[in-house]
């Protein structure tokens, strides 16, 4: 799509004159009118501050919108009554013909991402995902998701079915990423991830690497990474660095060139004494008491 200067944008929305310091900060425009199985409309980096709307603010719209909160609080309101505050991360899918308001809280200023699309191939979404017309989710961290948007936003629009199908496809791909994060059932792409995250684990033993900061490089949060790990592994992402950091001190024990403090420091662990107690409570025996069992001579125990 192309990206259009947001100087061609008034600070009006739903019909209410915006505060100063407000308005569209990027703005996407698809000028294609041909829809096929679908295609994506427009797409906008807005900043609010706060007011509050009237419900004559509702709006139905004629497409698929996605808004997604990047900073500050908002709110959601719908023509059912139902009223939502909206914190950073979270995400509101809402399907054609449906009427509802999303905007700044009035003691807030609120920055979001709004996405427009609509097609066949998007209205089985209506029927599957979006029986309630709207969909409400949480999406962290907020800079990887935010970032796939503006992917999705500024690819480049070529002539032809084939861009046009990958360009739905990738839109699809992320509605379907959407549709799962943090949920218990997960997503196809659970097992890829547990895997990546078992390699980084094991890569380079002395790395210090949270499971925070492991989340953030795999682009999911920490709850969702912790819960799906211990679905595939059994435990958690730090009780599996754990045992893999000790089976690798067996296998060095057992070479026989290293003492203990030697083993210890080549695998990251703060003291000698950290590892020990470490080393007891995966294999059930002190290095000590582990050396002794190992065949052939052992002279570095110390």
Not at 3 to 30: D, Q, S
Not at 65 to 83: K, N, Q
Not at 183 to 189: C, L, N, V
Not at 199 to 206: C, I
Request: aromatic share 10%; glycine share 8%.
């Amino acid at each position: 799509m192309k990206e259009v200067t947001k100087k061609n944008h008034p600070r009006i929305a739903n019909g209410l004159r915006l505060p100063p310091g407000t308005g569209i900060l990027r703005h996407w425009v698809n000028y294609s009118g041909h829809i096929g199985l679908g295609r994506i409309i427009e797409a906008c980096l807005y900043r609010g501050e706060g007011y509050d709307a009237p419900p004559r603010a509702l709006r139905k719209h004629p497409n698929f919108t996605l808004c997604y909160t990047l900073d500050g609080h908002g709110v959601y309101r719908d023509a059912s009554g139902r009223s939502q505050h909206l914190a950073p991360g979270d995400v509101v899918l809402t399907a054609p013909g449906f009427a509802y308001w999303t905007g700044p809280r009035a003691d807030s200023v609120w920055t979001e991402f709004d996405l427009k699309f609509d097609g066949p191939l998007f209205d089985l979404w209506r029927e599957h995902a979006l029986s309630d017309r709207v969909l409400f989710r949480h999406c962290k961290p907020m800079d990887v998701w935010q970032r796939k948007l503006e992917e999705i936003a500024s690819a480049p629009r070529h002539p032809g079915r084939r861009a046009q199908l990958k360009e739905v496809i990738q839109l699809q791909d992320f509605l379907f990423q959407v549709l799962f994060v943090d949920q218990a059932a997960g997503d196809p792409s659970d097992d890829r991830l547990v895997s990546r995250a078992c390699t980084l684990l094991g890569a380079v033993p002395s790395r210090q690497i949270s499971v925070s900061r492991l989340a953030r490089e795999l682009g999911c949060s920490y709850a969702y990474l912790n819960r799906q790990f211990v679905r595939e592994m059994g435990m958690p992402p730090v009780r599996y660095r754990i045992s893999r950091l000790i089976e690798q001190a067996c296998r060095l024990m057992a070479e026989g060139q290293l003492t203990d403090k030697e083993i210890a420091d080549q695998l990251g662990f703060s003291s000698p004494a950290y590892f020990s107690r470490r080393f007891r409570l995966v294999t059930g025996a002190s290095p000590r008491a582990y050396r002794r069992i190992l065949p052939g001579p052992q002279k570095h125990e110390a």
